[in-house]
Antibody, heavy 124, light 112 residues
Framework: EVKLEESGGGLVQPGMSVKLSCATS????????MEWVRQAPGKGLEWVAE??????????YYGKSVKGRFTISRDDSKSIVYLQVNSIRSEDTGIYYC???????????????WGQGTLVTVSS | DVVMTQTPPSLSVAIGQSVSISCKSS???????????LNWLLQNPGQSPKRLIY???NLGSGVPDRFSGTGSEKDFTLKISRVEAEDLGVYHC?????????FGAGTKLELK
């Protein structure tokens, strides 16, 4: 059974930092690109970041609204993907989901697996 | 960035009715590898999204065949035949051909 479990959310003051984690199991993590997607309260989905796998040199990509403030990383030995959020703003409030990207062999496409999300609330 | 224009923003349907949702992209979604990475997701109330369709027309794992996807290049459609109560929620189209990946604004499917 595939599982993705996010953690690390909570109440964060503007300007501060938070690190989100997504622990996974049930699939060969090291083969997959991994994504973070967020959803502001009552709004649609917004793609945040992608990290590719070792075969793709762990390349990273970001949405415009987070570039320079967010950093995606991964630990293949632990099957965990992270999202470091710096200089957090009120508009970063929302549920942060981790989701799977494509796998190395192009057998599985993006967004096949999702976690339950972790809520980040930015407020003083 | 690729803009995904999804319509309508909401739909009111009766159980058993068929509906269609449109998603149009500002650029072609045909990747250099020849594939088109257009997905449809369903987010039931209070739940995480679930992938319904990938690469325009392929059903995700466990997705009933009353869902179907069609389209090419820049124009895509999700059709739901014989809507059931479990189909209610918000439908999202999302492209993964280009970085940044981009979502449509969503279509809320409600009961009439």
């Amino acid at each position: 059974e595939v599982k993705l479990e996010e953690s690390g959310g909570g109440l964060v003051q503007p300007g501060m930092s938070v690190k989100l984690s997504c622990a996974t199991s049930g699939f060969i993590f090291s083969d997959y690109w991994m994504e973070w997607v967020r959803q502001a309260p009552g709004k649609g989905l917004e793609w945040v970041a992608e990290i590719r796998n070792k075969a793709n040199n762990y390349a990273t990509y970001y949405g415009k609204s987070v570039k320079g403030r967010f950093t995606i990383s991964r630990d293949d030995s632990k099957s965990i993907v992270y999202l470091q959020v710096n200089s957090i703003r009120s508009e970063d409030t929302g549920i942060y989901y981790c989701t799977s990207g494509r796998d190395s062999y192009a057998h599985v496409d993006w967004f096949a697996y999702w976690g339950q999300g972790t809520l980040v609330t930015v407020s003083s | 960035d690729v803009v995904m224009t999804q319509t309508p923003p909401s739909l009111s349907v009766a159980i058993g009715q068929s509906v269609s949702i449109s998603c149009k992209s500002s650029q072609s979604l045909v990747h250099s590898d020849g594939k088109t990475y257009l997905n449809w997701l369903l987010q039931n109330p209070g739940q995480s999204p679930k992938r319904l369709i990938y690469q325009v027309s392929n059903l995700g794992s466990g997705v009933p065949d009353r869902f179907s996807g069609t389209g090419s290049e820049k124009d895509f459609t999700l059709k739901i035949s014989r809507v059931e109560a479990e189909d209610l929620g918000v439908y999202h189209c999302v492209q993964a051909t280009h970085v940044p990946h981009t979502f449509g604004a969503g279509t809320k499917l409600e009961l009439k």
